[in-house]
Nanobody
Framework: QVQLVESGGGLVQAGGSLRLSCAASGRTFSTTAMGWFRQAPGKEREFVAHISWSGGIIYLSDSVKGRFTISRDNAANTVYLQMNSLKPEDTAVYYC???????????????????WGQGTQVTVSS
């Protein structure tokens, strides 16, 4: 099993910043690729960001590229999502996820991740 505990969500004004944290335990974190997804009310969960186990390969969705960054601290078993220039359309529940070692498809596929955090609410006011 992998346990993921998220923190850092909250209410922020448009143009502001938040940093989400995801603390992992269980499966060896330092060799596990990680992702961030988000889901707004009434919408499907969508890919936000992915980072390889080494941190050397990063993918960002087009909607957040240039505003968000993903990083990890393997010594702390933690992955981060730094969110800058936030927009009201960024409002969603944000989920941290651990990549399945058995999935060989796209980094953006929901089914490519086998463990998920509880989600943390991010609300951006206009």
């Amino acid at each position: 099993q992998v346990q993921l505990v998220e923190s850092g969500g909250g209410l922020v004004q448009a143009g502001g910043s938040l940093r989400l944290s995801c603390a992992a335990s269980g499966r060896t974190f330092s060799t596990t690729a990680m992702g961030w997804f988000r889901q707004a009310p009434g919408k499907e969960r969508e890919f936000v960001a992915h980072i390889s186990w080494s941190g050397g390969i990063i993918y960002l969705s087009d909607s957040v590229k240039g505003r968000f960054t993903i990083s990890r601290d393997n010594a702390a078993n933690t992955v981060y999502l730094q969110m800058n220039s936030l927009k009201p359309e960024d409002t969603a529940v944000y989920y941290c996820a651990a990549r399945s070692p058995y999935y060989s498809g796209s980094y953006s596929d929901i089914q490519g991740y086998d463990y998920w955090g509880q989600g943390t609410q991010v609300t951006v006011s206009s």
